[in-house]
């Protein structure tokens, strides 16, 4: 299905944030709330975590009436990789896919994701530091 990039970017009030954090409760608790923000005020929100995180959030803030999309860390990071490097192109492609399943325009989603934390864990410094660069810059630039 073709994505409306345009839509997208209507979505899109750019703002992103870094969030340290000292066990896995907290960090359920710290994005559900961020999450529950958003989804109260009628805005979607996306989920690109672990399957154990995806848990925990989903276990705190519980059915969202479509408007909570999930996804499989490693396995979107995997999707935009190419070997050890990011392809822009194919991180802009599924950026925009999952993006273009809730995105509207004048409603902001609220995202978490975790392949930083992958791409650190696996000692790729190189692919964290393109996949915050490629994030930073939108995915409708």
């Known amino acids: 299905m073709p994505v409306d990039s345009a839509r997208v970017a209507a979505a ?3 703002m ?3 969030v340290f954090y000292g066990d896995d409760g907290e960090l ?3 994005v559900a709330s961020f999450l529950d923000d958003g989804l109260a005020a009628g805005c979607p929100a996306v989920v690109v975590a672990t399957p154990a995180h995806r848990a925990a959030f989903g276990a705190r803030l519980g059915a969202a009436a479509g408007r909570l999309v999930m996804a499989d860390a490693a396995t979107m990071l995997q999707g ?3 070997g050890d490097r990011l392809d822009p192109g194919r991180f802009r ?4 896919e999952l993006l273009g399943s809730v995105a509207r325009p004048g409603r902001p ?3 978490y994701a ?3 934390a992958l791409l650190w864990d696996a000692g790729q410094v190189l692919g964290l530091y393109a996949t915050v660069t490629a994030a ?3 995915v409708a630039g």
């Open 136 to 138: 930073r810059a939108g």
């Open 80 to 82: 935009f990789l190419a």
């Open 16 to 18: 992103h944030q870094v």
């Open 109 to 111: 989603v609220r995202i």
């Open 114 to 116: 975790e392949m930083v």
């Open 12 to 14: 899109s009030h750019g």
């Open 93 to 96: 492609d599924a950026a925009l």
């Open 28 to 30: 359920a608790a710290r």
